[in-house]
């Protein structure tokens, strides 16, 4: 199973600043990788796929880059509804896997 | 596309349960439909995925023999359903519906790009 680990567990940002959240894989995953941003009491919602495409209506504050097994979520400058829950997840191989999250919180 | 569970449910350890996830403004019987368990303030756990028409189906090893997922494209529904539930079953479940994007040996893979508003299951003696 491969292992997603992500990076920092917490990270506590300023509005307009920007965030940068990694996720390290414990085997290749190709491009098959994907973000998800979850917030308070709602259902995770798709934001990146194939590492770097940002999905329908997703603002373009949101990036992807990475491959292999690194792999990074950047955030340029945070507005209030971006702070959430973040997780990664690769669906490359089998089982899919998703990361443990990484909370943005306001500093 | 729109994917709607049904509602809470509370049952007591050993009693089974089917919850439902129906798709809707898309052709459900295109895509992937998948569970992931969310317990109470942790992450998102994978635990499987029912192909297309219900034709095959893949399990987490976490998940194998401990739950069942089907579908039925008569109603555009898929389940996910329990025999014997336990107190660690306690979680919220989303469905989600996952996307072909590539092709990774003899399958279609993809992010899960639309998400049910998800089930919450309280196993409580």
């Known amino acids: 199973e491969i292992v997603l680990t992500q990076s920092p567990a917490t990270l506590s940002v300023s509005p307009g600043e920007r965030a940068t959240l990694s996720c390290r894989a414990s085997?290749?995953?190709?491009?098959?990788f994907a973000w998800y941003q979850q917030r308070p009491g709602q259902a995770p919602r798709l934001l990146i796929y194939?590492?770097?495409i940002r999905a329908t209506d997703i603002p373009a504050r949101f990036s992807g880059s990475g491959s292999g097994t690194e792999f990074t979520l950047t955030i340029s400058s945070l507005q209030s509804e971006d702070f959430a829950v973040y997780y990664c997840?690769?669906?490359?191989?089998?089982?899919?896997?998703f990361g443990g999250g990484t909370k943005v919180e306001i500093k | 596309a729109l994917l709607v569970q049904s509602g809470a449910e509370v049952k007591k350890p050993g009693e089974s349960l089917k919850i439902s996830c129906k798709g809707s403004?898309?052709?459900?019987?295109?895509?992937?439909i998948g569970w992931v368990r969310q317990m109470s303030g942790k992450g998102l756990e994978w635990m499987g995925i029912i192909y297309p028409g219900g034709s095959k189906t893949r399990y987490s090893p976490s998940f194998e023999g401990q739950v069942f997922i089907s579908v039925d494209t008569s109603i555009t529904t898929a389940f996910l359903e329990w025999n014997n539930l336990k107190a660690s079953d306690t979680a919220m479940y989303y469905c989600?519906?996952?996307?072909?994007?590539?092709?990774?040996?003899?399958?279609?893979?993809?992010?899960?790009?639309?998400w049910g508003q998800g089930t919450m299951v309280t196993v409580s003696s």
């Open positions: 194939s590492v770097s």
């Open positions: 997840h690769q669906y490359n191989d089998w089982p899919e896997t």
């Open positions: 989600a519906r996952q996307e072909d994007i590539a092709v990774v040996g003899d399958s279609s893979r993809g992010p899960f790009d639309v």
């Open positions: 085997q290749t995953v190709s491009s098959n």
């Open positions: 403004r898309y052709s459900f019987s295109s895509y992937r």
